[in-house]
């Protein structure tokens, strides 16, 4: 961790760290090192009543819809939450979107996620710097 600290420090750079358990612990000490944090859902991931990711060994762990992931990621950026696999809605307070590029259709779901957010008038901007 200090490895990555202090490389954060020299490049202005935003930590992504994932909402699982040892990532709460890593934001919470970036974030006591004065660094700035990025909160990370997965965007073709499910996740469980508690928040974590769906073991990929779970059938519908990965899912595979671009129209079903592109709304799931515009309720994550506009409501801060998303709907687990029994249901139930769990806090999603996330800043960055991850779309696993290995996923059959990645390209198309990447796009139809962007064209969702656009349309809900939620901006995609980089983490440090200039947006492009």
């Known amino acids: 961790m200090t490895a990555l600290f202090s490389q954060a420090e020299a490049n202005p750079v935003m930590v992504a760290l994932t909402r699982l358990a040892h990532g709460w612990s890593k934001k919470r000490l970036a974030e006591e090192a004065g660094l700035t944090t990025v909160g990370e859902d997965f965007a073709d991931r499910a996740y469980t009543p508690e928040g974590r990711l769906v073991s990929r060994r779970e059938p519908g762990a990965v899912l595979h819809e671009p129209d079903e992931i592109a709304q799931r990621c515009v309720r994550i950026a506009t409501e801060g939450e998303v709907v687990a696999v029994d249901g139930s809605v769990v806090p999603a307070p996330a800043g960055s979107l991850c779309v696993h590029g ?8 990447a796009r ?3 064209a969702g ?3 809900a008038g939620v901006g995609v901007t980089p983490f440090a710097g200039e947006p492009t």
Request: no cysteine; aromatic share 0%; glycine share 8%.
């Open 112 to 114: 139809r996620v962007r």
């Open 117 to 119: 957010l656009d349309a």
């Open 102 to 109: 290995d996923s059959p259709g990645a390209v198309e779901i």
